[in-house]
């Protein structure tokens, strides 16, 4: 069981922008002791809840911190294989890139973070494919890719396989509508439309495949 499962309904209200009423389950959240089935603290999916709060809310340094505290709270590699950590990670680069919370070289490194670590976990288990985690991390990764000129074309092919992979939209700083927007204005509208008619003619089967090329080592890592 984790945060979702608890409440399905809370990450939801993030992404329906209902900020106070999201804060108060996450607030709650961040004070418990209790684990998930996994070992995870529970407190680390409140913290990241706070953080995506804070930065929607204009909040940069206040931001920072809760992604901070939620990544400390992964301490072991055990718990750094949790899903969670990734749509954390990919968060935390999304909303950098979007904000300028964190420096630039350190939005590349967790960027080749979660490049890697998807990689090894889809190593692990090649046999499953979460296909909204895939998909939410290949997003996460376009926001920087987008941000760096080598890459650029590959972060636009990315996040249109991300649409296609059904990228998980509850979390704000990860929501495709602002990084196709994102994308247009560093690619221009009619690249955008391009690769997304160029995934929409992708056979299902073809995607978690595509996914796994798309993140292997840029030229840039």
Known sequence: EDAAAANPATEALLGLG????????????????????????????GWFGLAEVARARGERDRAVADYQRSLDAFAHGSQRANPWYLLL???????????????????????ARLRTRMRALHRMNPVYVDRPVLGTVLAGWAAWALTSAPE???GLAALALAERLGARQ???????????????????????????????????DELAERAMR????????
């Open 170 to 204: 509850d979390l704000p700083s990860l929501s495709l509508a602002t990084l196709f927007a994102r994308a247009a204005e560093v690619t221009g509208a009619e690249a955008v439309a391009a690769a997304r008619a160029e995934a929409s003619v992708l056979a299902s």
């Open 89 to 111: 990670v990919a968060s935390l680069i999304a909303a950098s890139a979007s904000d300028e919370l964190l420096p630039p070289a350190d939005v590349a490194r967790w960027a």
């Open 18 to 45: 209902r900020i106070d009423e999201a804060e108060g389950y996450f607030d709650d959240l961040s004070r418990t002791g209790e684990l998930t089935q996994q070992g995870l603290e529970y407190a680390a999916l």
């Open 214 to 221: 798309m993140l292997e080592k840029p030229r840039t890592d």
């Open 152 to 154: 650029r074309d590959r």
